[in-house]
T-cell receptor, first 115, second 111 residues
Framework: GAVVSQHPSRVICKSGTSVKIECRSL??????MFWYRQFPKQSLMLMAT?????????EQGVEKDKFLINHASLTLSTLTVTSAHPEDSSFYIC???????????FGPGTRLTVL | TQLLEQSPQFLSIQEGENLTVYCNSS?????LQWYRQEPGEGPVLLVT?????EVKKLKRLTFQFGDARKDSSLHITAAQPGDTGLYLC???????????FGTGTRLTIIP
């Protein structure tokens, strides 16, 4: 079946550095992908919608200059956390809808820890 | 802002018991999905309900979509330890693909 992958699965970085997370749809093309953030023991919160070939759409309260999103191809979206701080430590999850099946597939998530 | 409240937030019961998780909103959704998430992994889709009043069964799990498409419930019969996990409902907005996730229900089944 359709699969969405994320890389890396875990990353630890120092405060002030930037981290890039990749989200790939392996079996289908996705013109849209979604990025979520999940803090411990909480639900998923939508951060932004990644649109292939155009600018991402950010949810209210999400800083677009801090969370850079690039959707360069129909199978890849990247989220870059710039100048990361400890409060950015979280579980980041992407999803991609498969239009042909009218469903969304979620990646396995990336655990970011900022020291 | 569309909000989905789940209840209970936490539930710990003995193996073999039945349980119901509720997902409520004041907003109408085009469809509603239920996911289960294991620690350190992404959520996995269990079911999608589309029609108001719809009932879907998945083995020991029964999902219902409210008549007004604002709420849903998940009922598990004869719960097993393998049912342990975080259960999330998610509403699909009318006219878009964005998902609004519920607050989550952390279920623990005690052997």
């Amino acid at each position: 079946g359709a699969v969405v992958s994320q890389h890396p699965s875990r990353v630890i970085c120092k405060s002030g550095t930037s981290v890039k997370i990749e989200c790939r749809s392996l079996d289908f093309q996705a013109t849209t992908m979604f990025w979520y953030r999940q803090f411990p023991k909480q639900s998923l919160m939508l951060m932004a919608t990644s649109n292939e070939g155009s600018k991402a759409t950010y949810e209210q309260g999400v800083e677009k200059d801090k969370f850079l999103i690039n959707h360069a191809s129909l199978t890849l979206s990247t989220l870059t956390v710039t100048s990361a701080h400890p409060e950015d430590s979280s579980f980041y999850i992407c999803s991609a809808p498969d239009p042909g099946l009218d469903t969304q597939y979620f990646g396995p998530g990336t655990r970011l820890t900022v020291l | 802002t569309q909000l989905l409240e789940q209840s209970p937030q936490f539930l710990s019961i003995q193996e073999g018991e039945n349980l119901t998780v509720y997902c409520n909103s004041s907003s109408v959704f085009s469809s509603l999905q239920w996911y289960r998430q294991e620690p350190g992994e992404g959520p996995v889709l269990l079911v999608t309900v589309v029609t108001g009043g719809e009932v879907k069964k998945l083995k020991r799990l029964t999902f219902q979509f409210g008549d007004a498409r604002k709420d849903s419930s998940l009922h598990i019969t004869a719960a097993q330890p393998g049912d342990t996990g975080l259960y999330l409902c998610a509403g699909v907005g009318v006219g878009n693909e964005k998902l609004t996730f519920g607050t989550g229900t952390r279920l623990t089944i005690i052997p």
